[in-house]
């Protein structure tokens, strides 16, 4: 129980900042198949796989929500005013979980002309997202209490592309919500919930059968595609996490007020040096966890 719920707070606060995702938290500390093969099993497992699915899910839900709220209690205030340190720290996060990801699926390393148009074409998704993102230098003025048939179609596909996202242990789906714009007015959002400010509810909950909507209809095929096509699957989230290099350092560009892209003089090496700590530590704590069980 303790374990899971570790577990989910670590899974929350990747899932909460843009850099890696719950998905490669989760792979990193060696439960990601069974985080899959849950939702799969509580969408379409008999009983008894629901009831074991609920049951491991609930736990894990529980540390993901101590974990969301309170990093996001924390992110709303800071992100306009620290973003080139968040960033470095983002960053710190992708280096140093990429060979930890190479080394877990080392016996998926085939390379192969199937496997390296994978990786390049997991390069390009995020790198045409984040170049073709009509919010990048405009600010993200979007007031997401007032609602209209346009933003709740917007919120509604970023939240499915979101969870498609997090589930996927390469780039974290508030890296793909700071693309579409939405991660500040998403997180200040949630923030105004908790504090009791209900301006937001609407949109939230659009936001969440968004989400609900996503993870029905992806997490099977995502399952699929690791049991019959894993050596594809995994060069395709290698190169999402080498692409997300560059949502990152474009990242300060959707900001309300934008601000200029990373560069070598706003890059902080210390947060950068922090991300990597960090990695390694959820890597001592998957050891740990194994020499338990």
Request: net charge positive; proline share 4%; hydrophobic share 55%.
């Amino acid at each position: 129980m303790i374990m899971n719920l570790i577990r989910g707070f670590c899974m929350a606060l990747a899932d909460s900042v843009p850099g890696v995702s719950g998905g490669t938290v989760a792979f990193l500390l060696g439960f990601y198949d069974k985080f899959i093969s849950s939702i799969d099993d509580l969408i379409s497992g008999n009983m008894q796989k629901k009831k074991e699915a609920l049951i491991f899910l609930i736990k894990l839900g529980i540390g993901w929500v101590i974990g969301f709220i309170s990093a996001v209690s924390v992110l709303a205030s800071i992100f306009d005013t620290k973003i080139y340190e968040i960033s470095s720290l983002f960053m710190g996060f992708i280096l140093f979980a990429i060979p930890l990801v190479i080394k877990e699926e080392k016996k998926s390393m085939i390379f192969k002309p199937s496997t390296i148009v994978a990786g390049i074409a997991g390069v390009a998704i995020v790198a045409l997202i984040t170049y073709f993102n009509p919010m990048s230098g405009q600010g993200t003025s979007i007031n997401l209490s007032v609602l209209n048939i346009g933003l709740i179609i917007y919120v509604f596909i970023a939240a499915m592309f979101a969870i498609s996202a997090m589930v996927l242990p390469g780039i974290s789906g508030s890296t793909l919500l700071l693309i579409f714009g939405l991660y500040v007015p998403i997180i200040s959002a949630v923030k105004s919930v908790i504090t009791f400010d209900f301006a937001y509810l609407p949109i939230l909950i659009v936001f969440a059968l968004g989400i609900l909507t996503g993870a029905a209809s992806v997490v099977r095929i995502i399952k699929w595609a690791l049991d019959k096509h894993r050596p594809i699957m995994i060069f395709l989230i290698i190169g999402m996490m080498i692409g997300s290099f560059y949502a990152i350092i474009m990242g300060p560009m959707t900001l309300e007020t934008p601000k200029d892209p990373l560069s070598f003089e706003t890059f902080s090496i210390l947060w950068f040096v922090i991300g990597g700590v960090i990695i390694y530590g959820l890597q001592l704590l998957k050891k740990f966890s194994e020499k338990k069980a």
